[in-house]
């Protein structure tokens, strides 16, 4: 009995910082920042924290499952911006939305951790510990992005996206199969040098700027060009699905290239594939559940349909998803 995503919602704030805005203060251009990235906007959360994002789409993704406080019984949050480095965001989401019957914990895997997550979630799901689960993934990235780095500023934005987990009496729908990696050697790479164990914050980690993102760009693009296609391809080739069989990929939205370098390898066509990066840039956990949010709002996700989601990130982390869509 597969575990299935049984409702969706997502929150993306109502501030928006354009490409014009960056031109304007940081050494770059609209052009630049399009031609390399597809990015036109992003939305910043001026006040609050990542369970602030959540709270909004958790109760939607509630209301349209017609459920209450007492019906959830786990909370998982994916997230790389904890509101605090402890309590976990999960104990803050069950405070604020009053879910009183529920545990939970946080996941952390950056840009794959709705991937990892969910396969959790649905694992949980799966062996009856868990009835009923709220899945989030939320980033509030303005809060570890350096806005005098225009290498870094115009990439991340602000998002939530949140989804119930349910057994599904119909071995049709839901998780059909994953294939989730890590490796470490990633680090130099895509980090946040301090305010961790290996380098507590001080005056000299905050004035070094060590409090924020750092990416090297280029050794990222191309590990995630390779991680994702090839995960995406194994995914494909190991449950026998051809490109026909394929209506949607949701990757991860970090790059545009890096999105058509993948559905390229799978060799399905960018009408298939899901790509909100022009409105929202890289929000981390929350870019693949807020797509397959969106889709579904507007009618575009068909239950029955084969979904394909990837993603790879800091770690680095990356993976691959086969969902039948349930909804
Ligand atoms: O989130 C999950 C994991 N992350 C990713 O998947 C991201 C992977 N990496 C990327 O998407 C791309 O590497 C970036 C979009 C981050 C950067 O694009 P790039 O084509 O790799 O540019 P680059 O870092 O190699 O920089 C090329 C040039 C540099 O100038 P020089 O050294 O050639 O003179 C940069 O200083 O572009 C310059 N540059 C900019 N110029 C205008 C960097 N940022 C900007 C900017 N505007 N915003």
Known sequence: MPATITAIAHYAPPDILDNDYFSKYLDTTNEWIMSRTGISERRILKNGATSDLIVPA???????????????????????????????????????????????????AACSGFLFSLVTACKLVESGAVKRLLLCGADKMSSITDYKDRSQAILFGDAAGVCIIENTDDPNYGLQDFILKIDGSGEPFLH????????????????????????????????????????????????????????????????????????????????????????????????????????????????????????????????SIWLKWGI
């Open 192 to 319: 946040q040098v301090a305010g961790g164990s290996f380098k507590p914050a001080s005056h000299e980690t905050v004035d070094a700027g060590e409090h924020y993102l750092y990416q090297d760009g280029q050794p990222v693009f191309k590990a995630a060009v390779k991680g994702m296609a090839d995960v995406s391809a194994e995914i494909m080739e190991r449950n026998n699905l051809a490109p026909d069989d394929v209506s949607w990929l949701v990757p991860h939205q970090a790059n545009l290239r890096i999105i058509s370098a993948t559905a390229d390898r799978m060799g399905i066509g960018m009408d298939k594939v899901m790509v909100n990066i022009e409105k929202y840039g890289n929000t981390t956990s929350a870019t693949i559940p807020m797509c397959l949010s969106e889709w579904h709002k507007k009618g575009a996700l068909k239950k029955d349909q084969n979904i394909i989601l990837s993603s790879f990130g800091a770690g680095y982390t990356w993976g």
């Open 58 to 108: 958790a109760k939607e993704a509630m209301e349209y499952r017609g459920l209450g406080i007492n019906d959830i019984d786990c909370i998982i949050v994916a997230t790389v911006t904890p509101d605090y480095m402890f309590p976990n965001t999960a104990s803050m989401v069950q405070h604020k939305l009053g879910l009183t019957k529920a545990w939970g914990f946080d996941i952390s």
